[in-house]
């Protein structure tokens, strides 16, 4: 009995994680501060949908190995999101100054990076209910859980992957892009 208590948390832990918006719903709107290749701008999400759908990509801490992995994965492909008519934004609750390095460093300066406050995660449902020490401030922070969501131009929600692996974010994003032509 004791061997099967202590298998069933391992069980849960392979279990990806569910994010709460759904296909169709409408993607909450924002106006936050990101960086793309080390310069920090103001980022909001309806403006960057009148260029197209984009890939709102959630990640628990930038310098992290499956943080930096996806981030590389990402910069990879961004000429394919490009072809597809995609613009792809990270988001992590990192400080917009951390980002801006990460975004030059792990993204190569290919795409935005951004800071998601708790309005942001709140409305993403993307808290991952624990919080870590940040690295310069020391003061602790949420991080989020790692969900990709992909946003049609017209602002609603057309694809959800939420996987604490970074694995096949980026594949299946671009896969539910091209779906949209």
Do not use: W
Not at 99 to 105: D, N, R, T
Not at 146 to 174: C, E, N, P, Q
Request: glycine share 6%; proline share 6%.
């Amino acid at each position: 009995m004791r061997l099967r208590l202590f298998a069933l948390p391992l069980l849960f832990a392979a279990v990806p994680a569910v994010a709460a918006l759904s296909p169709g719903a409408q993607a909450p709107d924002f106006t936050t501060r990101g960086a793309i290749d080390g310069k920090i701008f103001r980022l909001t999400l309806s403006q960057q949908l009148k260029k197209g759908p984009v890939v709102l990509y959630f990640f628990p801490a930038a310098y992290t190995g499956g943080c930096n992995q996806e981030a590389h994965d990402f910069s990879e492909a961004v000429p394919q999101f490009q072809a597809a008519g995609a613009t792809v934004i990270g988001m992590s609750t990192d400080t917009v100054d951390r980002l801006a390095k990460f975004s030059q460093e792990k993204c190569a300066g290919k795409f935005a990076v951004a800071s998601a406050g708790p309005r942001v995660v709140k409305a993403y449902d993307v808290d991952l209910g624990k919080t870590i020490p940040d690295p310069v401030t020391k003061k602790m922070r949420a991080v989020t859980n790692r969900t990709s969501y992909v946003i049609a131009r017209d602002g609603r929600i057309t694809f959800v992957h939420s996987d604490m692996s970074a694995a096949d974010h980026v594949r299946l994003t671009l896969e539910a892009v091209r779906a949209l032509k």
